[in-house]
Structure formats: structure tokens, C-alpha cells
């Protein structure tokens, strides 16, 4: 028989109550969300103890506790704590390829709504870039890519986003470079590469013109995570309708509508909030 769900299911034991409702895991995550903030350096027992303004002796305890399944680590020299690798991890695996196109989607089929025109997700892999998803508009355009699709990224609006807003150098242009190959694509030397990063981390995004496919243009904006870009959507439309002042109205409607909702960890980059 069917389990029926009412609004009662999903509301708190005690709706006025402002205590958890269990101590010891509140304290665990307090600790944490503490260590998180307080950077690699970390904090001493004492200094976590009166800002959370707990019991040293209880803390350490649950510092014990954290440190057993890795979420906190302790500097060996210092006595400090500090976020433990499994914390971290969380948000890895949490904004990991496969997790992506649901977690974004919304953002994706907003933007699409917004402008009429195809979006297209994509994320860096090695040297190309990788389609997860693709939210069409009423108005299908008919392109090369598809979900699973794989193009050079130093040739894609996509893979420049990305590549602008990592910790890339100049140096490891060559490879990307190299990697267009034999495409068809406009010609990419390490240092044209390394100009329309240049640009593209100026503007807080970044495009191309029939590069990858006649007749088709691209506008794409990284998603931050921390200051680095973990995954980029683009705007995929005619290039007859994509010239300087579309582009800057397309990056008004993905600032204007894509920040509300993205998830909490990501972001989009300040300069993109900033008229050209």
C-alpha cells in the first residue's frame, strides 16, 4: 500500500523550538562550518571553544570524533585544527559530473527561457570539453552537439569560460593549443589562446564565432566554485544574431536570472555584473 505524505511529515518535532534537536550532531556541525571558515591555518582547541562558546573538554571530544572519519585534521606542530580531506570531499563529489545536469537544470532551462536561444552545459576534461546537457528553445537550432560530445576547448566558448577562470598559465597554452588538431577550426597558437582568456576573464565570459560549426556562435559563462570554474553554460545561436551588443545583453540574462538558482556553493564572476 502507498505511504501517503502530508505536510506534517516534513515539519520540525517542535516548530517554535530554536535548540536542535540533537545536541551532539549540531555541535559537529557548528565545529565544522567554524573550521571551514577559518581557513588552512586553523584554530587552536581553546580559540574554537569560546567562539562556538562550548566546553573545551566536550569539544574535544567531538574534534576526536570528527578527526576518526577524517572530516577534521590536526597540525602536529601547531595543536591546531583544521578541515579534515573527507570534509572537503563532500562538495566534490556533491558537484561532480553525474550530479551537474540536475543540480543545474534550473539555472540552464531559466536562461533558455529568458533568451530563446539553445543552452548547453559543459565541463573540462583534459584538454576538451564535455556536453552534459542541452535545454532547447521553442525556436530549435540545429547544431553538432550533443550530450556525451567532446570538442577542443581552446576552440569552444565553452572550454574558454572554463580555461579563463582556473589556474591556468601561460604556459600550459601550448597543450591546449595543440590539442584543436586538425578541425577545420580557426587556427589556435598558445598565444592567441592566452589574449582570448586574457579577454574572456575581463568581460566574465567568453565567446567564438563559427569556430566549431558554420553558421553557429557561442556565448558561455563560467560557474565558480571557490574562484575556480568547475563547470560553464553556453548560449549556442545563429551567428547572424550573435554580434558585440547580443553578447552583452545575453550576459545581462544569465546574471540576471542563473545566480537564484545555482546551488549555494557557486557563483558567477563579479566582473560579470559590470557593464562593457
Known amino acids: 500500500m502507498p505511504t501517503v505524505r502530508s505536510s506534517a511529515d516534513h ?49 574535544h571530544r567531538t574534534l576526536s570524533a570528527l578527526r576518526f572519519r577524517g572530516y577534521a585534521d590536526q597540525d602536529p606542530a601547531t595543536g591546531s585544527y583544521r578541515l579534515g580531506p573527507a570534509a572537503t570531499a563532500l562538495g566534490d563529489t556533491f558537484l561532480g559530473e553525474e550530479n551537474l545536469p540536475a543540480l543545474l537544470g534550473p539555472a540552464l532551462t531559466a536562461v ?14 583534459g584538454p576538451e570539453i ?20 567532446r570538442r577542443p576547448a581552446a576552440t569552444t566558448a565553452l572550454g ?5 577562470f582556473r589556474t591556468t598559465d601561460r604556459s600550459g597554452m601550448s597543450w591546449y593549443a595543440a590539442a584543436t588538431g586538425d578541425t577545420g577550426a580557426t587556427t589556435v597558437t598558445a598565444d592567441s589562446l592566452w589574449d582570448t582568456l586574457t579577454a574572456a576573464r575581463a568581460a566574465g565570459y567568453a565567446t567564438e564565432a563559427e569556430e566549431n560549426e558554420p553558421g553557429i556562435s557561442c556565448l558561455a559563462v563560467p560557474l565558480l566554485r571557490a574562484g575556480q ?24 540574462i544569465v546574471r540576471s536570472v542563473a545566480p537564484p538558482l545555482l546551488p549555494p556553493s557557486l557563483s558567477l564572476p563579479d566582473v560579470l555584473a559590470t557593464d562593457a
Do not use: I, Q
Open 130 to 149: 564535455v556536453y552534459l546537457d542541452k535545454v532547447e528553445p521553442a525556436r530549435a537550432v540545429r547544431v553538432w552537439s550533443a550530450v556525451g560530445r
Open 11 to 59: 515539519a520540525p518535532a517542535d516548530p517554535g523550538s530554536t535548540s536542535s534537536p540533537l545536541g551532539s550532531v549540531d555541535k559537529a556541525l557548528l565545529t565544522l562550518e567554524r573550521l571551514a571558515a577559518a581557513g588552512p591555518h586553523g584554530l587552536t582547541l581553546g580559540a574554537l571553544a569560546a567562539e562556538l562558546g562550548l566546553n573545551k573538554t566536550s569539544l
Open 160 to 164: 574558454r569560460a572554463l580555461l579563463a
Open 229 to 252: 570554474a568547475v563547470a560553464a553554460l553556453s548560449v549556442t545561436a545563429p551567428a547572424d544574431r550573435m554580434g558585440p551588443d547580443r553578447h552583452r545583453e545575453l550576459a545581462r
Open 112 to 125: 533558455c527561457e529568458a533568451s530563446g536561444e539553445l543552452v548547453h552545459l559543459g565541463v573540462l576534461s
